[in-house]
């Protein structure tokens, strides 16, 4: 059984930074393009970051230079580091794999960005 577990969501203030991690169970993950997308309140779900098996990395426009996704394989976890945040980054925030041809979606994980 897939799980994806996410966790590190929160409030903070505009030029804050967090960390979101995503535990991953039932694939094997190091084989795994492991990606954070994100959905805002009445806004369609986008991709934010992927990052492949072997390390390559895409981003959307809006965070190049302020997120960073990166994977422990040993821990089987991906992570999102936010810096500079936004009023606009505020979302929740899901964490997604693809086993088998069959995507699977974490719970998601709120970030709210406001003063």
């Known amino acids: 059984q897939v799980q994806l577990v996410e966790s590190g969501g929160g409030l903070v203030q505009p030029g804050g930074s967090l960390r979101l991690s995503c535990a991953a169970s039932?694939?094997?993950?190091?084989?795994?393009?492991m990606g954070w997308y994100r959905q805002a309140p009445g806004k369609q779900r986008e991709s934010v970051a992927t990052?492949?098996?072997?390390?390559?990395?895409n981003y959307i426009d809006s965070v190049k230079g302020r997120f960073t996704i990166s994977r422990d394989n040993a821990k089987n976890t991906v992570y999102l580091q936010m810096t500079s945040l936004e009023p606009e980054d505020t979302a929740v925030y899901y964490c997604?794999?693809?086993?088998?041809?069959?995507?699977?979606w974490g719970q998601g994980t709120q970030v709210t960005v406001s003063s």
């Open positions: 997604t794999t693809t086993h088998w041809g069959v995507e699977y």
């Open positions: 990052i492949t098996s072997g390390g390559f990395t």
């Open positions: 039932g694939i094997i993950f190091s084989g795994n393009t």
